[in-house]
């Protein structure tokens, strides 16, 4: 009794609502990120700031590890670790993310944009391998495992944290909401409907980076969420309306997380996928569904 | 609300260089006139546009809006003033024609941009305005072309400001599309007190129903008063017509092609509508009017069409103008 006890109240639930907090984050973002971008292919991981929280996350791991501390360790010395954590991983975010505003002032062209924000995601990977070949073969693995995407190694002050930032981040989100109604018209028509565009540019770019990089830090770079769910989420309710499209995208998102982690951990076996795979294997199918169903990709945000 | 212009400079920037398309623009638009924006492609129509809405900086001078200057105002207060239809592709195709003309009441709405009962109000009014409130649950990319300028005609509405601005709004639309929103235009301006400017490259349509015509001519210059005026100093045929005849005609103010020269003689009798597309068809033909051994008489009366040529010792009766045609190529 006590074992069930202990294994629901430790590992299940705090896993179950991480998955629910980390499947709104991340749909939230890249609901924001297409609608920012006016592009449908946007999010976290296709444009490179899941790369970028990485970077950050990364970065930490090798500096810990030059003081023999792991990743493990770290992600278990408490509460200020897990700040510093959250806090590379959005500056290394912010940093790709600043990079694509800064092109995307000069690209209008969706597709060119989608492209350089994958060179981007890859440039950032590159830099985080280089760390990775000089790093410790422990640091390594704990970096490799950290990459499939763990959402059941989330608890006590960590799931607290990320429960905070992320509530914070969804409740923002939704206060943006008629500013990013606006923005379905494009930059100049929310200009002329009363949105300073550079300000929404840089809340939406600190929204973002905030969600993405703690779901980042706390659980790897989790894929296909971020793009899939604002889509799938968009032809249930049948329209762009943010107001009704942001709660519906949390919810969405959670349901899919959560749908994702039943499926790794494969009901009546003790076996267990990472997370990543599962939302990919879910993932991946549905955005090719939408690609092929959408009869016009560039219009459908 | 007035806007007026003082030395103002219009064009792009890029980084630091900046191209000049339009200065020293003095104008005024005017409480309830409608106003057209007439000039070329890449005269600078859309940059002036944008710039009268804040949303360009210009290269120079100032703008007023009302007694302030356009500077001074800031983007919330300055969307209570000027609504815009612009040319940029709009992406989004998940909304509905009322969401989509509702978005227009973001300036008025609460921070969450949710309608209250008179927004709803408002938004259905300007779909009403504009004719299209049959389409209000119809996704905006199931709409035909004339539909979806009506359907951004009633956005601007919806954000009941006392100018709006817009950018060919009559471009790809079919001609009685293009008369219908041309007169709810001029209606709006003279029964709202709107201020309405209109970028187009109907020079008919903004001549016959504009109050005021503004033109930038592609060399930078920038010219404004009534229609009539600006076709009596020439400026119109100037920019409108290549070379005589071909353009711009100052004598029917109409769009005129020249026809082909062939030359022959022919005299016409007849009345009505009839006789006058009978020149028309033998004008084109390449036909002078008056004059030579050939005789066409008009006999039409009420639709029913009839034509007879006398020719040296015969005459032919024929039922169409295509007829008439053909056989008048047969006997010269």
Redesign the interface.
């Known amino acids: 009794m006590r074992a069930w006890n202990h294994i629901m109240h430790h590992i299940r639930i705090p896993k179950a609502i991480t998955a629910t907090l980390a499947g709104a984050a991340l749909s939230v973002s890249g609901l924001q990120m297409q609608t920012l971008f006016r592009n449908p292919l946007a999010s976290p991981s296709e444009l490179g700031i899941s790369a970028g929280a990485a970077l950050g996350t990364g970065f930490l791991i090798m500096v810990a590890g030059q003081t023999q501390i792991d990743l493990s360790q770290l992600q278990r010395l408490g509460i200020g670790s897990s700040w510093l954590l959250v806090f590379s991983a959005s500056v290394g975010a912010a940093f790709v993310f600043s990079l694509l505003l800064l092109v995307a002032r000069f690209v209008r062209d969706n597709v060119v944009l989608l492209i350089v924000g994958l060179l981007l995601g890859t440039l950032t990977l590159s830099i985080t391998t280089v760390w990775q070949y000089y790093s410790q073969p422990e640091n390594l693995q704990a970096f490799i495992a950290w990459t499939f995407g763990n959402i059941g190694g989330v608890s006590g002050p960590q799931l607290t944290i990320l429960a905070l930032i992320s509530t914070a981040g969804l409740v923002f989100s939704f206060t943006l909401s008629k500013k990013l109604n606006a923005f379905l018209l494009g930059e100049n028509y929310a200009a002329s409907m009363g949105v300073s565009v550079p300000r929404m540019r840089l809340l939406i770019l600190i929204n973002t980076c905030l969600l993405t990089g703690t779901v980042t830090a706390f659980c790897g770079p989790i894929g296909f969420v971020g793009i899939a769910v604002p889509h799938l989420t968009r032809a249930l309710m049948g329209t762009s309306n943010h107001l009704l499209l942001i709660p519906a995208c949390s919810l969405t998102g959670s349901i899919l997380l959560l749908g994702c982690d039943i499926f790794a951990q494969l009901p009546g076996s003790e076996m267990v996928l990472p997370i990543n795979i599962a939302t990919s294997m879910i993932g991946a199918p549905i955005v090719i569904w939408i690609i092929l169903k959408m009869h016009n990709l560039r219009t459908s945000f | 609300m007035i806007i007026k212009t003082k030395d103002l400079a219009i064009g792009y920037r890029r980084g630091k260089q900046s191209r000049i398309v339009g200065s020293n623009i003095n104008t005024q638009l005017k409480v309830g006139k409608f106003t057209a924006l007439l000039g070329s492609n890449g005269a600078g129509k859309s940059t002036l546009i944008?710039t009268l809405?804040?949303?360009n900086l210009p290269l120079g001078g100032e703008i007023y809006i009302g007694d302030k200057n356009l500077t001074q105002w800031n983007?919330?207060?300055?969307?209570?003033q000027?609504?815009?239809v612009?040319q940029?592709?709009?992406?989004?195709?998940?909304?509905?024609v009322f969401?989509f003309a509702a978005?227009?009441r973001?300036?008025h709405?609460n921070?969450?941009?949710?309608l209250k009962e008179n927004d709803n109000l408002i938004v259905t009014e300007c779909l009403q305005k504009v004719g299209i409130e049959t389409l209000r649950e119809r996704k905006i990319?199931e709409l035909s072309d004339g539909e979806w300028q009506k359907v951004m005609l009633a956005r601007a509405l919806a954000?009941e400001t006392p100018v709006i601005l817009l950018d060919e709004p009559t471009a790809h639309l079919d001609l009685l599309s293009k008369i219908e929103l041309v007169e709810l235009l001029r209606t709006m301006a003279h029964h709202s007190q709107k201020t309405v400017l209109m970028a187009t490259h109907d020079l008919e349509l903004a001549l016959q129903a504009a109050d005021h015509v503004w033109l930038l001519d592609g060399m930078g210059n920038f010219y404004s008063g009534i229609p009539e005026d600006l076709v009596l100093n020439g400026l119109i045929s100037k920019q409108y017509a290549r070379e005589p005849k071909r353009g711009f005609d100052e004598t029917t103010g109409m769009i005129r092609i020249p026809p082909v020269q062939k030359g022959k003689p022919i005299s016409i009798s007849g009345e009505g509508i009839a006789f006058f597309w009978t020149c028309k068809s033998l004008v084109r033909s390449g036909y002078q009017i008056g004059g030579g051994t050939l005789e066409v008489r008009v006999l039409s009366r009420d639709q029913n069409n009839e034509w007879e040529v006398q020719a040296a010792d015969t005459s032919y009766r024929v039922y169409s103008l295509e007829e008439l045609l053909n056989r008048l190529e047969s006997l010269v």
């Open positions: 944008r809405a804040g949303l983007r919330r207060e300055l969307a209570h000027i609504a815009v612009l940029d592709p709009i992406r989004s195709n998940n909304l509905s969401e978005l227009g973001i300036p709405s921070w969450l941009g949710t990319t954000q």
